[in-house]
């Protein structure tokens, strides 16, 4: 048995494959394009694993795909890979609707082809899961109920707007072609192997580094913050017993405006990492223009997980938290290395026509 986890060498993705690895002997081929937030450093510990094989080529790549299915013939597909950054979308849309949309349409027709071939018993036990983002839901007012499953879809940006049509597609092709699909729609993640451009690892960075630590706007925008082992577990679980067509939310019931996140930060790295001049690092906190329609409020209600599939988070944001910044502080190396651009220059030539 194996499974095809796509985006697998980015933040979520590398995640999931060093979990599933650490609790299962099932192989993994993991499909990745490398592009900025794909590093294989993340997986660094599976060197030599027979367990992981990783292929370099992108989802919107439908004869590799077709390939790697025929040669594998994995049990499920789970779907990671995205362009997944807000501000990148508002600057660079394309890439996002290539990505998420054709990209998603073209991993969809060849999985359809792979799935209508199989056998009967490998058919009715075969998955498609497509991991997404609680973004497709739009924006929150303060007092708004959280979002759930039968949210309308109002996605805000290029990014989400991607996403959501992404969604579409995995839903019309269980209902139109009977594709066994499911989705997940995650709120903000964090935790180990997280590119410096989000805000958590940002902050981490910056503030060791003595820069500024930059907020939008007033700094009360509203996210609920999931641990990333925590989502990983959620898409186990979906994947192992989820109805097919349906789709899960998954958060970690931390609703934190981002100044109090950042906050938080500062009060963890005082009393771990001391600055040298004994001053504290919310002194470091600097507002900027907020970006372009910045959603104020997001918010998941997680109850069908846990009413129909028995999941909740293991940790707290409290918990959660501190791990993180352990985490970078254990691991300065690595957050040197890719945001210095060696690891993308390694990339190009190793990976080169």
């Known amino acids: 048995m194996t499974v095809l986890v796509t985006g697998a060498a980015g933040f979520i993705g590398s995640n999931f494959v060093l979990d599933w690895l650490a609790q299962s002997d099932e192989p993994v081929i993991n499909l990745d394009d490398l592009t900025y937030a794909g590093n294989l450093e993340n997986l660094a510990s599976l ?21 790697l299915l025929a040669e594998h013939q994995p049990r499920a597909v789970v779907n990671f890979a995205a362009e997944s950054h807000v501000d990148r979308s508002i600057h660079g849309p394309e890439d996002f609707i290539q990505t998420n949309i054709v990209g998603t349409f073209r991993l969809l027709e060849a999985v359809r082809a792979f799935h209508g071939q199989l056998e009967k018993t490998a058919k009715n036990e075969f998955r498609f899961l497509h991991v997404s983002t609680d973004e497709v839901y739009g924006s929150l007012a303060k007092d708004d109920p959280a979002f759930t499953e039968t949210n309308r879809y109002e996605p805000n940006s290029p990014y989400s707007a991607s996403k959501a049509a992404s969604d579409h597609l995995v839903r019309a092709y269980h209902h139109t072609y009977g594709l066994p699909v499911l989705t997940t729609n995650c709120s903000n993640n964090y935790g180990p192997y997280h590119f410096p451009e989000k805000l958590i690892p940002l ?15 007033d700094g009360q925008q509203i996210r609920d913050w999931l641990y990333v082992k925590d989502h990983c577990s959620a898409v186990r679980r979906v994947l192992e017993a989820g109805q097919l067509g349906e789709t899960y939310n998954v958060g970690g019931w931390n609703e934190k405006p981002n100044l109090d996140v950042v906050h938080t930060l500062c009060t963890i790295l005082d009393e771990l990492s001391p600055r040298a001049d004994g001053k504290p690092y919310k002194e470091q906190i600097t507002y900027v223009t907020d970006r372009p329609g910045h959603d104020r409020r997001y918010a998941i209600d997680a109850t069908k997980i846990e009413r129909e599939l028995g999941w909740k ?8 938290i501190k791990k993180t910044v352990q985490w970078y502080l254990d691991n300065q190396a690595w957050v040197a290395n890719v945001t210095s651009g060696a690891y993308q220059n390694w990339v190009g030539k190793q990976y080169s026509a």
């Open 203 to 217: 902050v981490i960075h910056n503030a060791l580094a003595g820069k500024p630590l930059p907020i939008y706007g």
């Open 47 to 67: 060197d030599g694993d027979a367990r992981h094989i990783f292929v370099k080529g992108s989802i919107g790549d439908f004869d590799l795909v077709s390939k």
């Open 313 to 320: 988070p293991a940790e707290t944001f409290e918990t959660g």
